[in-house]
Antibody, heavy 119, light 107 residues
Framework: QVQLQESVPGLVKPSQTLSLTCTVS??????????CNWIRQPAGKGLEWIGR???????SYNPSLRSRVTISVDTSKNQFSLKLSSVTAADTAVYYC???????????WGQGTLVTVSS | EIVLTQSPDFQSVTPKEKVTITCRAS??????LHWYQQKPDQSPKLFIK???QSFSGVPSRFSGSGSGTDFTLTINSLEAEDAATYYC?????????FGQGTKLEIK
């Protein structure tokens, strides 16, 4: 069974770039046909979709974040990556990576990683 | 962007009670509506996909219905372990969106 695990960046300073990776285990990215979605959740609040990337590299982003977001894939490391630039305190949240397939909507999620933006 | 509005925001219920949570979409999304359960400090778990299909391993007391703009998640004979926040999510069009969540408290 595919499992996803986000990296732990911890604290990011305002105006800097947040960088996260999602490591996939239980199968090779290059042999799968699915999307990796990035979703975030501020403490005590709801879920916000950030964007997604297909295993081929095709991307889609939330228009509200598009100017600051880059999602990429590294098949050699079996990882997906998220970069969010020019962060502010409003970007403080738990960030999740989650899989979506042609058969299923977003089905399996990583455990999530808390990113705090603070000086 | 498709807006999903859930009701109620919060519900306090007793065990064995039947619970209904609704999700309304701002435009028709066919059956591309899914339900997730999230417990504190856990990631969301897919429970119902495409409006009415139960995901693998989900207890049979959970069911979903609806199409177009109006959808319902029903929990028959509520159990204590069902205390959680439930979110609806649409995958009909990008950007993907989620409802604001319905928090279920067990009395």
């Amino acid at each position: 069974q595919v499992q996803l695990q986000e990296s732990v960046p911890g604290l990011v300073k305002p105006s800097q770039t947040l960088s996260l990776t999602c490591t996939v285990s239980g199968g090779s990215i290059s042999s799968g046909n699915y999307f990796c979605n990035w979703i975030r959740q501020p403490a005590g609040k709801g879920l916000e979709w950030i964007g997604r990337i297909y295993t081929s590299g095709s991307t889609s982003y939330n228009p509200s974040l598009r100017s600051r977001v880059t999602i990429s894939v590294d098949t050699s490391k079996n990882q997906f990556s998220l970069k969010l630039s020019s962060v502010t305190a409003a970007d403080t949240a738990v960030y999740y990576c989650a899989r979506e397939t042609n058969e299923n909507p977003i089905d399996y999620w990583g455990q999530g990683t808390l990113v705090t933006v603070s000086s | 962007e498709i807006v999903l509005t859930q009701s109620p925001d919060f519900q306090s219920v007793t065990p064995k009670e039947k619970v209904t949570i609704t999700c309304r979409a701002s435009q028709s999304i066919g059956s591309s509506l899914h339900w997730y359960q999230q417990k504190p400090d856990q990631s969301p778990k897919l429970f119902i996909k495409y409006a009415s299909q139960s995901f693998s391993g989900v207890p049979s007391r959970f069911s979903g219905s609806g199409s177009g703009t109006d959808f319902t998640l029903t929990i028959n004979s509520l159990e204590a372990e069902d205390a959680a926040t439930y979110y609806c999510h649409q995958s009909r069009s990008l950007p993907y969106t989620f409802g604001q969540g319905t928090k279920l408290e067990i009395k």
